[in-house]
């Protein structure tokens, strides 16, 4: 039986290599600089690039950070503070349950709001429902990063005739800083390969565009579009996508998890 | 500005020293819990948004939303109950694969795995979560389908000779139920294992020891001294992954094939709500057809947040009887 569990480690971790391995394969030979360049090219031609999807992701996760950031860590910042509030059960057991939701059920939201009254898909309906999906992850870890901070410190800027809003703000989260930030990088890369709340936000645009009225690109949107496509052309261009927005969640993640282990001696998820 | 009431002073007397508020600690405390708030008021709004676009559809077909197998678009009948049967299937043959895998890594890291192995295979369990969903969809496309056409699926069939059977029947394209559950195994892993893991890890040494002390093997202590103590968190860690297998929706879209049928073939193509939402949505003709998509969302909504809550109640509750 404990050989079994050794076996179990092997298979769990077998997928993410396997995936890993497909990706550099797959992507690297069809990745060039012309891919972060260039707009994507019709059907029939080879080459092109994802241009615009690129810099649509980074205007969708400037708008959704712009929406979680700052409520979820002042959301975190009542949550330390105010523990045992009936409030503070009710939100950080929402928070929790908001963190389970399927993503497409955020879609459906932001799009009943921002979509349906306006008569057509934006960009900021987009970066609403992933800032949406911030809130309750940025909500989280900033409450867990506050709890670390000793209140002796606390105590000591408070003895020091601090306000309690000046202690709060230019001590205890100031102090927690790193880990916070840390924080509000795994949201932005758990939020950056998003695809179902776009699909009826941003939408999608095969064309250049950076207005936040208008349908946006997306990286996550178009490896989707065109690996459902018959075409190999659009094949090559997903695998090069697909490795692109791998690199970036991944250098996050592994970032994220060696600042919080450095800095606090055990990793938060 | 002192704001001491006699009703604090009586029900809390260190309150009357500290209880001199500043305009700043009232805005700053006004401001952060605005900003608490913002997640109930997320959730009703997300809850009404769903049903108040769900509603034509509701009231015109009923239950008939989920009961019937009939989805025609232009004959107005909306019944998505194979959609609802295929989140079910997929997610339960998910959990049925990945259960004992991720409680199997769980155990082996809290209990067996060398020191200097534990960090780095949790890591890597751990990044399955951190990869999207359509990366999977990808990879699923090119890779795990082929895979399973040309090595899985043959083998119940020609070499079990099991092709007669229900569960393997039917010609093997590749996209199917099987495909789906395969890829939400690998999905919804790192979130049992996670859980799992921790409330391993917190079951009290002394447990452990009085097993080994009444001589008990390695094995037979985790059996009847460790897993019991931490079951009811082990059980909130499969709800999570089940929550997050019933929801996933772009990786099952792009491996499941999309049919709207119910088989109780593994290798049928089938459909599940969500991907039935953000396949037909962009298409979506008439006004009934939206908001019968809708009412599918609701149904989904409905079903992971009762899921999500049990799972958080469940994972709660140990946690909260330790701190006792």
């Known amino acids: 039986m404990i050989g079994l569990t050794y076996l179990a480690a092997i298979l769990a971790t077998l997928p993410l290599l396997l995936i890993l391995l497909h990706l550099l394969r797959k992507g690297a030979t069809s990745l060039s600089l012309s891919f972060f360049t260039h707009m994507p090219r019709p059907v029939g031609e080879a080459g092109g690039g994802m241009a615009n999807a690129i810099v649509g992701t980074l205007v969708l996760i400037g708008i959704a950070s712009a929406i979680g950031l700052p409520i979820g860590i002042g959301a975190g910042l009542y949550l330390a503070e105010k523990r045992t509030t009936a409030l503070a059960y009710t939100v950080r057991f929402l928070s929790d349950v908001l963190n389970g939701l399927p993503s497409i059920v955020i879609g459906i939201f932001a799009w009943e709001f921002l979509v349906r009254p306006i008569g057509h898909f934006s960009a900021l309906a ?17 409450e867990e990063m506050l709890r670390v901070v000793p209140t002796s410190l606390r105590e000591a800027a408070l003895a020091l005739g601090y306000q309690k809003w000046r202690t709060s703000i230019s001590v205890v989260l100031r102090t927690a800083l790193a880990g916070i930030a840390t924080g509000a990088l795994v949201a932005v890369a758990r939020i950056a390969g998003e ?35 018959p075409y190999d052309e659009w094949h090559q261009q997903a695998w090069a996508g697909a490795l692109v927005l791998i690199t970036i969640v991944l250098i996050i993640s592994i970032a994220a998890r060696f600042a919080t282990r450095s800095r606090f001696g055990a990793p938060v998820d | 500005m002192t704001a001491v009431s006699a009703h604090w002073l009586d029900k809390d007397r260190r309150k009357l020293r500290v209880e001199e508020f500043s305009i700043g600690d009232r805005i700053y405390e006004l401001v952060t819990a605005a900003c608490a708030l913002v997640v109930p008021a997320l959730v009703v709004s997300i809850a009404v948004a769903i049903f108040a676009a769900a509603w034509p559809a509701f009231a015109k077909l009923g239950l008939s939303i989920v009961t019937s197998s009939s989805w025609d678009v232009a004959g107005g009948s909306f019944g998505a ?49 951190a990869i999207p969903s359509v990366v999977y969809g990808l990879w699923g496309i090119f890779v795990l389908i082929p895979l399973l056409r040309e090595q899985v699926m043959p083998f119940p069939r020609d ?46 040494r002394s447990q452990r020891e009085a097993a080994l002390a009444l001589g008990a093997t390695r094995w037979e202590m985790i059996r009847d001294a460790v897993i019991p103590y931490a079951r009811s968190g082990i059980i909130g860690g499969i709800m999570l992954g089940l929550g997050r297998a019933l929801g996933e929706t772009m990786a099952v ?61 469940l994972v709660w509750s140990v946690s909260r009887s330790r701190a006792k």
């Open chain 2, 159 to 204: 070499t079990l000779h099991l092709g007669a059977t229900p569960l393997f029947r039917g010609p093997a394209y590749g996209p199917s139920m099987l495909a789906a559950g395969v890829i939400l195994a690998i999905m919804a892993l790192p979130y049992i294992s996670a859980v799992s893991r921790e409330v391993l890890m917190a079951v009290p």
């Open chain 1, 126 to 142: 987009g970066g609403v429902a992933l800032g949406s999906m911030m809130i309750p992850l940025v909500t989280r870890t900033t």
């Open chain 2, 81 to 129: 109950a194979p959609a609802l049967f295929g989140t079910l299937v997929s997610s339960a043959v998910a959990l049925i694969i990945a259960t004992p895998l991720a409680i199997g890594v769980a155990i082996f890291l809290s209990e067996f795995s060398p020191a200097w192995l534990r960090q780095p295979v949790g890591f890597l369990v751990d990044l399955l979560a």
């Open chain 1, 195 to 229: 695809t179902a709340p776009l699909l009826f936000t941003a939408f999608g645009n095969q064309f250049w565009s950076t207005g936040l009225r208008e349908p946006i690109a997306a990286l996550p949107l178009q490896i989707f579009t065109y690996a459902i496509s």
């Open chain 2, 253 to 313: 879209t792009m491996v499941i094939g999309n049919r709207p049928e119910i088989s109780a073939s593994l290798f049928a193509p089938g459909y599940t709500m969500a991907s039935l939402i953000a396949n037909e949505f962009s298409e979506a003709t008439n006004d009934l057809h939206l908001s019968a998509l809708m009412a599918v969302g609701a149904v989904l909504f409905v079903i992971t947040l009762i899921v999500n809550a049990i799972a958080r109640w």
